[in-house]
């Protein structure tokens, strides 16, 4: 889709996250949101959810969440009445950790590159194919990696895709404050098994 994103930035950049998810419903094009089911995942799903209940949100599954985020995510799921749509990697945990000796270390580079294909990439390629957005609501945030630096509210994906991130310049505190006013559930215990050191991407928002 055709989008001036410096233009866009300055349309939205002292807009509330609620009117940005609503600029992006607005475009006209198919749109999404994703959601890892992590601490504060209630955030985006709790936004998403009072402007167009209706939006597909994809939630890839890795298969190494930990109960808490099961827990959760069933939840939020009930109680906002998300349009979720799963997808899990095609070989189940034990099975990879059988033939890949466990998760990467951090210095396994070119193991840690065919793990995230295998539990994050492949299972979100099927949900694009599935989706075909032309638009990609996300909770991402300026402040939690150095790639992340480096975009803005709306930014272009490598694939095309028009990401809109409405909560990119939130800190911390603004989160846990929304949180805390609409009273959502945290997941206290998550593990991301793609992220081996802090800082690192998980590789939806880096991949080509």
Not at 26 to 45: E, P
Not at 95 to 123: C, S, W, Y
Not at 151 to 160: I, M
Not at 166 to 179: G, K, L, N, R, T
Request: glycine residues 6%; aromatic residues 8%; hydrophobic residues 40%.
């Amino acid at each position: 889709m055709q989008l001036n994103v410096d233009s866009a930035n300055a349309e939205l950049r002292n807009a509330s996250p609620e009117e940005a998810v609503r600029w992006a419903l607005a475009q006209g094009g198919r749109t999404i949101a994703t959601t890892s089911m992590g601490r504060n995942a209630a955030v985006m799903l709790h936004l998403v959810s009072q402007v167009d209940p209706s939006v597909p949100t994809i939630w890839v599954d890795t298969g190494y969440n930990l109960r808490d985020t099961y827990v959760v995510a069933e939840r939020l799921i009930r109680d906002l009445d998300l349009n979720i749509h799963v997808y899990s990697p095609q070989m189940t945990s034990e099975r990879r950790n059988a033939i890949m000796g466990g998760i990467p270390t951090v210095d396994e580079e070119e193991r840690h590159a065919e793990f995230t294909r295998q539990v994050k990439l492949e299972p979100f390629d099927r949900a694009l194919a599935e989706f075909k957005p032309d638009f990609w609501l996300t909770g991402i945030r300026r402040e939690e990696t150095e790639h992340r630096k480096t975009l803005d509210t709306v930014s272009l994906d490598a694939r095309g895709i028009v990401k809109v991130a409405p909560i990119f310049y939130w800190s911390d505190a603004q989160v846990e404050a929304y949180m805390a006013e609409h009273g959502l559930p945290t997941c206290k215990h998550y593990f991301d098994p793609t992220k081996v050191m802090d800082g690192r991407e998980c590789g939806l928002h880096t991949a080509a």
